[in-house]
């Protein structure tokens, strides 16, 4: 089993400052996945990276791939109250057939 | 990416019970997949539901405790079976598609045993 370790584990900030949460894992993976999830909800995929290195931007948010496609990290830029929730990351192994290991999940709030 | 119907979305249920949860796809999917999650942690993989086969369990997860069924390529059923209050969680499934790197879940089952 390949183990995700996810830091940190809560996150609490005002409005308009910077967080990064970052996913760290012994083994290498063909995929990785970031998540947010609200109360009551499913996750839902922020982004996929996939090639090492790889850095991806979505809005206020950057998305990085180790480039030994081990660890990957997300920062938020000028955080929102919006953009409070249950922040997950997800690896995909080569030979998962689709399987993914989660990482613990980082609880961010952001508070006006 | 898929839209997932999951249902109920919760339910409150006696012990030595039973319950089923479907999970509903707009499309078909390569791939379906059931997760349990406590509420505020993160997810821990049941099985993997196998369209026309018996689906593939992970470790501490057992067929007689956790049935599942998937009949076709768009819908899964999972059994919570002899329910105890240990049970009491949040039950996903997922859709994977192959060439999608994306995963849609679905919203999610909140089982209560009491």
């Known amino acids: 089993t390949q183990l995700l370790e996810q830091s940190p584990q809560f996150l609490s900030i005002q409005e308009g400052e910077n967080l990064t949460v970052y996913c760290n894992s012994s083994s290498v993976f063909s995929s990785l996945q970031w998540y947010r999830q609200e109360p009551g909800e499913g996750p839902v995929l922020l982004v996929t990276v996939v090639t090492g290195g790889e850095v991806k931007k979505l809005k206020r948010l950057t998305f990085q791939f180790g480039d030994a496609r081990k660890d990957s990290s997300l920062h938020i830029t000028a955080a929102q109250p919006g953009d409070t929730g249950l922040y997950l990351c997800a690896g995909a192994a080569t030979d998962s057939w689709g399987k993914l290991q989660f990482g613990a999940g980082t609880q961010v709030v952001v508070t006006p | 990416s898929a839209v997932i119907s999951q249902k109920p979305s919760r339910d409150i249920c006696q012990r030595g019970t039973s319950l089923t949860i479907q999970c509903q796809v707009d499309?078909?999917?390569?791939?379906m997949f059931w997760y349990r999650q406590q509420p505020g942690q993160s997810l821990t993989l049941i099985a993997t539901?196998?369209?026309?086969?018996?689906?593939?369990?992970e470790s501490g997860f057992v067929i007689d405790k956790f049935p599942i069924s998937r009949p076709n390529l768009t819908f899964s059923t999972l059994t919570v079976s002899n329910m105890s209050p240990e049970d009491s969680s949040i039950y996903l499934c997922s859709a994977y598609s192959t060439g999608d790197y994306g995963y849609t879940f679905g919203s999610g089952t909140r089982l209560t045993v009491v």
């Open positions: 539901a196998n369209q026309g086969s018996e689906a593939t369990y």
């Open positions: 499309s078909q999917v390569t791939m």
